[in-house]
């Protein structure tokens, strides 16, 4: 994926996807001559006893506290899988998920004394990132001994995280650059600090970089002095939750509540009484407000309004809910875990809800505030089922626009066809969008708003709840990447120079025909005969950069009706890639300007 910020010089032809693959060239060691990365700078070399290398080293550190409820040592992590008897049941963890099953076990009953016993040998990870065979209980415990207790300052820092790969230059005494180290992971950084520590070589880390925050955002920072001021200010930012027990049971009833009101939370897995639920309450919106009221959006728009409390106990968090109709949700349920944006609940008898923190999405949903967010850039269909049928096809490359007078234009083969829209209250139970367009009877059903957030509206028609729709907005203004895109290719004619379908070659298909993509979303191809195949495009970024092409019926260009993920893209080349549900490349398309 594009970084959106690139700096696109287009004078110097430079070729947008090539970018990230260059870089990595640029990564790869050399031993025998002066590879010139950037200018060294003597101030940016890191030193040996600097604060700054120590805050690194110490982001680098191991945190073991994760498996706590397993070794009662956050300085160091046991090497999975490893067996365990708890409760007398013996279980084996595979994963960091496992960890939930113990604390099921624990919170199973309230009165029993729970106890786990762990089968030797293992390997321990030490915070230091040194793996350590462990035969008995014995010897663990001279390891644990040797922690800090729980909640006690250590050294490792835990709320923030660099963001891999990175890339340090290695100097010689002239702070010429003499070789260039790629970084993967926490462990190599580690080693690859405490070699400088040692003065074992000169070194200086490669700018930009990104910082990882415990909140899951992103800082990009451009020099050591960025770097350390970045570190020190986000190292005491967050709970490390280095105690005993899993989660964050230990959470005070202050601090749930405010971090439960702060956004609201959209169910992301669902299970009642042994029964997965996911197909149903997948996507409902929860929103908790200050005054114990709690409101629930359905994924067919209804808003349902209960009450919500929490209480901690020597077993933990809960929090209950309690509603007249959503009986499935009224339950008191343990907060049986709490990552960064994301919360686990669970109660025995086989019932869980994970939540997941989006506080883009709208449980209030109003008139004012849909229409808002409709006349906000354009818009796209990326899903249209209407009467069973896959119809979004017939939307590649044309984009809608939303006007405050209840205009509605939906732009096709260069020009723009004008209806009329219109939002509506229905029944006091959510809000309709009618769409009414001329010879496009799929968009004129009374669509029920049924998930809104900003950039995306997903609607389902009255009556059937099958019909569905969903809008992504899309902002072509000041994407440079974009612009370069459009750029590109209206600058000239192009010719199909190879199109692959699996493993059939079918270029020849294209023969003669030339291609010409216009400014307004028109495409013009004439073909051999003189003839004319028309039809849309529309250069567009979504985790990723796409060019939609729509030709309609006519073959054969019909086969490249498609929203193809840009591979590459020069200002003679551009090679489009359709990749399948497992990101494999299915087909290949590549366009090339005619002389």
């Not at 899951?216 to 970045?230: D, I, M, P, R, W």
């Not at 509540?257 to 997965?276: A, G, M, T």
Request: charged share 30%; net charge negative.
């Amino acid at each position: 994926m594009f970084n959106p910020n690139l700096n696109i010089m287009k004078t110097k032809m430079k070729s947008l996807l090539l970018l990230p693959f260059f870089a990595l060239l640029m990564l790869t060691s050399c031993q025998e001559e002066i590879v010139e990365v950037t200018d060294p700078n003597e101030t940016e070399a890191l030193v040996a006893d600097s604060p700054l290398t120590s805050l690194i080293s110490s982001a680098a550190r191991m945190d073991g506290s994760f498996d706590n409820i397993i070794d009662k040592a956050s300085c160091l992590s046991i090497e999975l899988p490893v067996t365990v008897v708890v409760n007398g049941l013996e279980i084996t963890i595979d994963s960091k998920e496992d960890y939930k099953v113990i604390e099921a076990i624990f919170n199973e009953f309230e009165e029993d004394d729970d106890h786990l016993e762990i089968i030797f040998p293992i390997t321990i990870i030490t915070e230091n990132h040194d793996d350590i065979v462990i035969n008995n209980a014995n010897e663990l415990k001279e390891f644990v001994d040797d922690c800090k207790g729980e909640n006690e300052e250590d050294e490792d820092i835990e709320c923030i995280d660099f963001k891999y790969p990175i890339s340090f230059s290695i100097y010689n005494g002239e702070f010429e650059v003499i070789d260039v180290i790629s970084v993967e992971n926490d462990r190599e950084l580690y080693k690859f600090i405490k070699r400088v520590k040692n003065s074992e070589f000169l070194a200086s880390l490669n700018f930009p970089v990104t910082m990882v925050l415990a909140d899951g955002s992103e800082k990009v920072v451009n020099n050591n002095e960025e770097l350390q001021n970045t570190i020190e200010d986000a190292k005491d930012a967050c709970d490390e939750d280095d105690d005993n027990d899993y989660g964050d049971d230990d959470f005070t009833k202050e601090r749930l509540d405010e971090y439960l009101q702060i956004c609201p939370w959209v169910v992301h897995e669902f299970k009642r009484n042994e029964d997965n639920l996911n197909e149903e309450y997948r996507e409902y919106a929860i929103q908790f407000k200050e005054d114990g009221v709690v409101k629930v959006r359905a994924r067919n728009g209804d808003l349902l309004t209960g009450t919500w409390s929490t209480r901690v106990t020597d077993r933990g968090a809960l929090i209950k809910l309690e509603f007249d109709t959503l009986v499935d949700f009224t339950l008191e349920w343990f907060v049986y875990d709490i990552e960064y944006g994301t919360i686990k609940l669970y109660q025995e008898g086989g019932n869980r809800i994970i939540l997941k923190k989006n506080c883009d999405v709208i449980v209030d949903h109003t008139k004012e505030r849909i229409e808002n967010f409709l006349q906000e850039c354009l818009w796209r269909i990326t899903r249209l089922s209407v009467d069973g049928t896959d119809n979004e096809k017939d939307y590649i490359g044309t984009p809608f626009k939303f006007f405050e007078d209840n205009v509605v234009k939906l732009r096709v083969k260069g020009e723009y066809i004008e209806g009329t829209y219109n939002v509506l209250a229905y029944n006091n139970e959510g809000f309709v969008l009618q769409i009414n367009l001329e010879n496009r009877p799929n968009l004129q059903l009374e669509w029920f708003v049924t998930f809104l957030q900003p950039g995306l509206i997903k609607l389902e028609s009255l009556g059937n709840l099958e019909n569905q729709m969903v809008l992504k907005r899309f902002c072509p203004d000041g994407d440079e990447d974009i612009d370069y895109i459009n750029d590109v290719v209206i600058a000239g004619e192009w010719e199909v120079a190879l199109y692959e379908d699996g493993d059939i070659n079918k270029t020849e298909e294209y023969f003669m025909y030339t291609i010409d993509f216009l400014e307004n979303g028109y495409i013009k191809v004439t073909d051999p005969n003189e003839g004319i195949i028309d039809g849309s495009w529309l250069a567009f970024r979504n985790e990723g950069l796409y060019f939609g092409m729509n030709y309609g019926i006519e073959p054969p260009f019909d086969a490249l009706n498609h929203r193809w993920k840009i591979l590459e893209i020069t200002p003679n080349r551009i090679e489009l890639k359709d990749l399948n549900a497992n990101g494999e490349i299915e087909r290949i398309l590549v366009l090339e300007k005619k002389a």
